[in-house]
């Protein structure tokens, strides 16, 4: 599967901005999918919101817990993630990655074999 994340931009604090991850090549419902944020200078990639292949479950970091929602819509092959209520410290290159492990929600960062080219968000004060 190949994946292409969009949508990202310079934004101020309190806005909202939406991230869309197309993919192609296979369908989404196959994989778990998840959002990752690296953020300037720093070498960790954070995993902030993800959903299982299978069922409905959804994780989400406590850093963005109630201000961002992860959906896909399978008809258009895209995952999206809707980010509300935006500080300075969501500034970081977005990713979006897939998982092939047909499980729960897979949170480890190893476990995504497929991965988007990043989108930057910035969040001025």
């Known amino acids: 599967v190949q994946l292409q994340a969009s949508g990202g931009g310079l934004v101020q604090a309190g806005d909202s901005l939406r991230l869309s991850c197309a993919a192609s090549?296979?369908?989404?419902?196959?994989?778990?999918m998840g959002w990752f944020r690296q953020a300037s200078g720093s070498e960790q990639r954070e995993l902030i919101a993800?959903?299982?292949?299978?069922?409905?479950?959804?994780y989400y970091s406590d850093s963005v817990k109630g201000r961002f929602t992860i959906s896909r819509d399978n008809a258009k092959n895209t995952v999206y993630l809707q980010m509300t209520s935006l500080e300075p410290e969501d500034t970081a290159v977005y990713y979006c990655?897939?998982?092939?492990?047909?499980?729960?929600?897979?949170?480890?960062?190893?476990?995504?074999?497929?991965w988007g080219q990043g989108t930057q968000v910035t969040v001025s004060s």
């Open positions: 990655a897939a998982t092939s492990v047909q499980s729960f929600v897979v949170r480890t960062r190893a476990l995504y074999n497929y």
């Open positions: 090549g296979r369908t989404i419902s196959d994989y778990g």
């Open positions: 993800a959903f299982s292949s299978v069922g409905t479950t959804t």
